[in-house]
């Protein structure tokens, strides 16, 4: 299936995925960063800061960065890691992934690098497969330890959503769970609500997560779904206005458009052995907004059956 790599004349080459229902996807070499996922009707299913812009080593603030070998602050490296500002190649083994059929999916490979073996002395392989297909988007992150002696560390995707209004939307799926409260110093708490609302800033680690969250977005009458694996918990984040405003790569306004929603291992961290492999899974989907979480088949359930 067809993909292209193109070049804006930034020297940032970026790869272009289509399939033949008309849904296309864009991803940077620069950070393996997904930046664009439109549907069949042309409408971006991402969001993207609108001060957004690319100047290494900082990431663009959007899309789908991959935080490796960190997430957020937990350690002693630099917010969410260096993965996702290091330019990756594209990979020509993927094995032991089947060879894609009738998809249109590019790999990508990073490799250690001397600059961050002096930060992170480990050598590794963080492999990216996404997958495009017909109302889908597909990432597979795996990590393979290189070295001579085990490593652990802790990986997210960070999906930043395109929502019609915040305050109008709701996420299923993290009723009665456990999670980090990062606006106060990582307090552990349990989610009372039924599903979960916006009204202010939020900065979240859910724990042990179910592999389905949903987020209904009532305006656009679109329901968005994440459903991952070996990726246990996930993060939510939204600035709200007055962080909004002290970030220098991001509109004043774009808080109310946007929402977080990660895939991640957290709060118990990868070890991996000399040669050992970690994969894991996430696929974003849309379905009709009368879908929620609960739901298995969202088809038979709206059929009546």
Known sequence: MPWSVVNDGDGMPRIILTEPSGSSAEVLLYGGQVV????????ELLFMSSKAFLKPPKAIRGG????????????????????????????????????PKNQSTIDLILKSQEEDMKTWPRSFELRLRVILSPGKLTLIPRVRNTDNKQFTFTLGMRNYLSVSDISEVRVEGLETLDY?????QRERFTEQADAITFDGEVDRVYLSTPG????????????????????????????????????????????????CLDSAAVENPITLKPSEEWMGRQELSTVLSSYFSGQLDPCQVLAGK
Request: contains cysteine; charged residues 30%.
């Open 36 to 43: 664009s996922w439109k549907n069949d009707r042309r409408e």
């Open 64 to 99: 789908i960065p991959i935080c490796f070998p960190q997430f957020g602050n937990l350690g002693s490296l630099g917010q969410h890691g260096f993965a996702r500002n290091r330019l990756w190649a594209m990979d020509s083994c993927a094995s032991p992934l089947p060879p």
């Open 180 to 184: 980090f409260d990062n606006l106060i």
């Open 212 to 259: 389905k969250i949903a987020i209904i977005d009532h305006e656009k009458k679109r329901t968005l779904v994440l459903r991952k694996e070996g990726l246990p918990d996930a993060a939510l984040w939204n600035p709200w206005d007055k962080k909004a405003k002290a970030l220098a790569d991001f509109g004043d306004e774009d808080y109310q458009v946007m929402l």
